[in-house]
């Protein structure tokens, strides 16, 4: 029997583990009285076998058997790069 696992869309926050990557994904809901939208934010640490993410990329993760006592999560791909800007002395001057 195939099971359906959890897939989720964030925005990495660190990279600075070796091998794992600490994923922030944001839902808006609607509150059902006050009809206010509210965001909520989750962090997920998720496993990235290659070190291939980076600060500010929007990364794909799925959900995986535990990998470490905080790791649940691993990126299957990497969605959008972030831009990186490259700026010379002598424009700065």
Do not use: F
């Amino acid at each position: 029997m195939e099971t359906k696992r959890k897939t989720r869309v964030g925005r990495v926050v660190s990279n600075k583990m070796d091998k794992t990557v600490v994923v922030t994904v944001e839902t808006a809901r609607h509150h059902p009285l006050y009809k206010k939208t509210i965001k909520k934010m989750v962090r997920y640490k998720a496993h990235d076998g290659k070190n291939e993410c980076g600060e500010g990329d929007i990364v794909r993760i799925v959900e995986t058997r535990p990998l470490s006592k905080e790791k649940r999560w691993r990126v299957v791909e990497i969605i959008t790069k972030k831009e990186v800007l490259e700026i010379q002395p002598r424009e700065i001057a």
